[in-house]
């Protein structure tokens, strides 16, 4: 990888940094558990590490975004996430603020 | 019976169990579980058929280094020292190297004037002595700035700096030494626009810098006059081929409390410059009092007169303050002086003589300036 290649990817990672979190909210408006949760966010293009994403999402939860509860499904215990009212009002606010965003960056763009 | 594959898978876990809190080791351990394993079905899947012990081990590859993993759910800070205290950690560091470099290099000086038997090996004690004092700087620096971070505590003086009191700052870049605000204030005018060149200005008047410096350094004296750290070189030197020892006057056990005191009280008053930096007056006061309990300090020191013993083979010679060594003449013959146990302790009287001259003077001019500074109108 060239050099400027590497600069490249430092600056896509810290331009996609910011927005995972109002992902990880979004798609967790549905009921899921982790694996799922990842393969959905890359579905729509946002990969994941899981060494990110798990503890994320414990953070969002003891900030009381999120509600988490292990269940039976498939023969197999799962902890299953999903947001939280606190959490649902925060990403309709977060959503605002990202829409903002991007309409600057759109005109300057 | 645990088939080779969840031997491993268990392996992993524990490895990161082992670096979580226990009240959060089982949840997530769980967690991970079923993450490992929806991750090898879904593989498993891919290939029609069960992972092999390497595939498996890939799997975990993937997911991370249990220690990588497990310092992710940490709770509090992911570094020793984050970015807002790196800066702060690195000025300390780099300030009191420079601080430890000059006693050390002061005391080979000492060393290397009395004609050492081994001059190499006189510097190799030098560079020795350096670079153990430079760890344990930065190991206590770091210590501080690690405990700092974890309790998120940040001293007024990070936080409600000055412009005025940032100049010292630059010292650390040993390229600008000596580069005045004056030589760089020339402008120039580019399209009807004034632009002014970005002056570096160093070694002036710096409250907040002038404290940090002076706080390492009576730090280190304080240790040392505590004896919980040595300098080696000030206490044994060689004249001669003959081995040297340096005995304290009668007056450092008369002054030793005072003097403790006296840097204790200076430091307060370098900490009191950190916190308040706004208190101008109060702090010229301050200053205006150290100095002239430093003077009266310096002229009980004077009026002893003997300061040190030296002791080598049998002979003895006194290195004094002498009213006697003021002359232009005594200057003129410092070189001149033998390297012979007299003439080694006749060099440093001389030395410390006028030391104590220029300290005198420069103390009394820093008690009457900062008394000026107590008194003179604000400037609007």
């Known amino acids: 990888m060239s050099a400027d290649d590497e600069l490249f990817e430092s600056m896509r990672l810290e331009l996609r940094r910011g927005s995972l979190v109002l992902a990880v909210l979004a798609c967790l408006r549905t009921e899921r558990y982790g694996y799922t949760l990842r393969q959905a966010l890359a579905a729509d293009g946002l990969e994941m590490e899981e060494s990110t994403l798990y503890p994320l999402l414990r953070r969002l939860e003891s900030q009381g975004l999120l509600l988490s509860e292990w269940r039976e499904e498939e023969k197999r215990r799962k902890r299953f996430y999903v947001l939280s009212p606190l959490g649902a009002s925060l990403l309709e606010r977060l959503t605002a603020e990202w829409r903002a965003i991007g309409g600057s960056l759109d005109r300057l763009l | 019976m645990t088939t080779p594959s969840e031997d491993i898978i268990d392996r992993w876990l524990e490895a990161v169990a082992a670096q979580l809190p226990p009240e959060t080791r089982a ?25 092999t012990a390497d595939e498996v081990e890939g799997v975990l590859r993937e997911i991370g280094h249990p220690l990588a993993v497990a310092a992710r759910y940490r709770a509090g800070p992911d570094s020793l020292i984050g970015p807002e205290l790196l800066p702060w950690w690195l000025y300390g560091v780099k300030a009191g190297l420079l601080v430890l470099l000059a006693i050390h290099a002061l005391s080979l000086v000492v060393t290397l004037i009395s004609g050492p038997r081994d001059p190499g090996q006189a510097i190799s004690q030098a560079f020795h002595g350096f670079f153990g004092s430079g760890l344990t700087l930065i190991g206590a620096l770091t210590l501080a700035g690690a405990i700092m971070e974890h309790y998120r505590i940040r001293p007024k ?11 010292l700052f630059g010292l650390s870049d040993p390229t600008t030494w000596g580069v005045k605000a004056r030589e760089a204030s020339k402008t120039s005018t580019a399209g009807g626009v004034n632009i002014r ?26 240790l040392w006059w505590l004896g919980l750290v040595s300098f080696p070189g000030l206490a044994t030197f060689e004249v001669a081929d003959q081995p040297v020892t340096v005995a304290g006057a009668p007056v450092w056990t008369t002054l030793y409390a005072p003097i403790l005191a006296f840097a204790l009280v200076q430091m307060a008053v370098d900490l009191f410059t950190l916190i308040n930096p706004t208190a101008e007056r109060l702090r010229a006061l301050f200053r205006a009092a150290v100095a002239a309990a430093n003077l009266v300090l310096l002229w009980f020191i004077a009026q002893a007169g003997d300061l040190f013993v030296l002791t080598s083979a049998g002979q003895k010679a006194t290195v004094a303050i002498d009213q006697a060594y003021l002359t232009l003449d005594w200057l003129r013959m410092l070189d001149e002086r033998g390297r012979d146990l007299p003439g080694v302790a006749s060099t440093l009287s ?27 109108p604000k400037v609007a």
């Not at chain 2, 160093?202 to 907040?208: L, T, W, Y």
């Open chain 2, 27 to 51: 949840d997530i351990t769980d967690e991970l579980r079923e993450l490992i394993v929806s991750r090898m079905e879904a593989k498993e899947a891919e290939l029609g058929r069960d992972l």
């Open chain 2, 157 to 167: 003086w990070m936080t409600e700096w000055r412009a005025k009191d940032l100049s």
């Open chain 2, 197 to 222: 060149p970005v002056q570096v200005r160093v070694g002036g008047s710096s409250p907040a810098g002038e404290a940090v410096f002076s706080i390492l350094a009576l730090g280190l004296f304080v």
């Open chain 2, 350 to 376: 001389i030395v410390l003589t006028w030391s104590a001259v220029v300290m005198a003077i420069s103390l009394l001019g820093s008690a009457m300036l900062n008394l000026w500074r107590t008194v003179r």
